[in-house]
């Protein structure tokens, strides 16, 4: 099924997000595994995977719309402590929130509905589940201080 240029080429840029956001996630995931912080590895590698996924959907939409995926990375921000890299990856899903609702707008504009659809989920995961944890991290660590809500992240340092 032959799909609108404009949608195609708006869902690559999004593949590249997704990409991006799926590196940046690894890489934070890992620091988190290595500073022995199991609570934010777990989390921090689901979001990675569920990245992941949103590339992949985006991926075969592309296909299935007789387009080439294109596999660039979009660039990535890591962080070099635990309130740095929570800032990092919301500020990603605010980007990521803002493309999201610009392609929604596109499909409606070339009547894409099904893709608008693949996208609306996709903003709600986006708002709903990441941002918000984010969000909710750094308001513990305002209210917790810094110390303490690190200490609430530790797993046993032997492992």
Known sequence: MKGSQAVIDYLNFLISGELGARDQYFIHAQ???????????????????????????LINR????????????????????????????????????????DGIALCEQEQDYVTREILVAQLVDTEEDHAHWLEQQLRLIDMMGLANYLQSQLGDISE
């Open 31 to 57: 620091m988190y595994h290595e500073w022995h912080y199991p609570k934010l590895h777990t989390r921090m590698h689901h979001e990675m995977e569920e990245e992941s996924d949103h590339a992949r959907a």
């Open 62 to 101: 592309v296909l299935m719309l007789e387009g080439t995926p294109n596999m660039k990375v979009a660039d990535i921000n890591i962080g070099h402590d635990v309130p740095s890299m929570l800032k990092a990856d919301l500020q990603l899903e605010y980007a990521v929130r803002q493309h999201l609702k």
